[in-house]
């Protein structure tokens, strides 16, 4: 029976999370959940699941929560709180999937506190990189990737690099890491200022929030990724390639010296990598229907072009330039996101701000998990301004 915090519970990979371990009472006990400001639907889920302990990020939330569930759930408020429920010692789990920057923290605590990190926020690694996976080691944590892309990768590696051996040492030639392109792929370029939030967040095959959304339509989703591979499985720039697969069944895969190529393939349905991490190494009932292949139209392959997804391009530079520049590059981009879904800016001034503010905080360097957030802090403002008025 494992004992599992849910940071992000109800979001998306939240939900999922979930419905799997609904379906194995046997083997997974709910511990802790945390929200930002969604009290209605932290509610359903303090009603459903009778979690020990609930947290909202606002106290108001908090207040207002209180009011809503039994008195035999413990409802707490703030970051500090987050950090408290990631690294319990009744926690033996924790389910990573608070989105953006905010998740960095009670992620790095759970951590520090050797626990079976299941990552879903990806920010966690693009943020802090070494940082992350240097107390990841030293306090024997198991880090185990949730993210389609990264679990299908995974589950593609041999055992020995699964354990943090390298990739040339096994035999491995290329990590393939798939994208579906999103749904402006074959959009006229010359339309692409008339795309509207909406528009954005109406992915062709996966259900996803709406920050997440917008970034696969922008593909920075990608980039975020591709920084996150490099991470997980210590690979050089040159043995990760980015191909675009619009039909999302084949997640990712890996090329082997041999001429092999193991794929791992799937619906595009969260609940499968995230079944496969809460059990790994066994395997467990996840809900989702397996693939009938006589229903499954042909898959195809191309090259991401750049100068149709620019934000791919940035987030390949900055995984180049190293840990200042992705720091950079994931504030600005979730303050411009945050503007674009606002209405503030269009589609087309996300990259341009996330480049400006790259540009404008060139040569800035990290050290430390306190450099880190300064800097964050410092690329969040720089990004806000030039959502008002073009960098200088």
Not at 157 to 176: E, M, R
Request: hydrophobic share 45%; charged share 20%.
């Amino acid at each position: 029976m494992q004992n599992l915090t849910i940071l992000g519970a109800t979001g998306s990979i939240g939900l999922s999370t979930l419905d799997v371990i609904c379906r194995h009472p046997d083997k997974f006990n709910l511990y802790a959940v945390s929200g930002n400001t969604n009290v209605k639907a932290m509610a359903k889920i303090c009603l459903e699941h009778k979690p020990q302990i609930a947290v909202m990020v606002e106290e108001a939330a908090a207040c207002a929560l209180k009011a809503l569930v039994p008195s035999s759930v413990k409802v707490l408020s703030g970051k500090e709180a987050l950090v408290e429920i990631a690294a319990c010692t009744d926690v033996d789990t924790v389910m990573a999937a608070i989105v953006g920057g905010a998740g960095l923290e009670p992620t790095m605590a759970a951590a520090k506190s050797g626990k079976r990190i299941l990552l879903a926020n990806k920010e966690a690694l693009v943020m802090s990189g070494e940082l992350f996976l240097d107390e990841v080691r030293k306090s024997g944590a198991t880090l185990l990737p949730v993210d389609s892309e990264h679990n299908a990768i995974f589950q593609a590696l041999p055992a020995a690099v699964q354990k943090g051996g390298k990739l040339t040492d096994s035999g491995v030639h290329k990590i393939l890491l798939t994208g579906s392109g999103g749904p402006f792929l074959t959009k006229p370029l010359n339309e692409f200022e008339a795309i509207t939030p909406e528009m954005a967040v109406a992915h062709p095959n996966w259900d996803m929030g709406a920050k997440i959304s917008v970034d696969s339509a922008t593909m920075m989703n990608k980039g975020l990724e591709f920084i996150e591979a490099r991470l997980l499985f210590n690979a050089s720039f040159e043995q990760i390639d980015v191909i675009i697969h619009p039909q999302s069944i084949i997640h990712s895969m890996v090329s082997y010296n041999d001429g092999s190529v193991i794929a791992q393939m799937g619906q595009p349905d969260m609940r499968t990598p995230i079944a496969h991490t809460l059990a790994f190494p066994n395997r467990i009932d996840s809900g989702v229907t397996p693939l009938d292949f006589t229903q499954l139209a042909d898959f195809s392959f191309q090259a991401p072009d750049l100068n149709r997804f620019p934000n791919l391009a940035l987030a390949l530079e900055a995984s180049k330039c190293g840990q200042a520049a992705t720091t950079i590059l994931n504030a600005a981009n979730e303050v411009s996101v945050a503007a674009f879904l606002s209405r503030q800016i269009g589609f087309n001034q996300i990259a341009t701000i996330n480049e400006g503010v790259l540009n404008k905080l060139a040569g800035e360097s990290v050290a430390s998990l306190d450099d880190i957030l300064a800097l964050d802090t410092m690329s969040r403002k720089y990004a806000a301004t030039a959502v008002l008025e073009p960098l200088l």
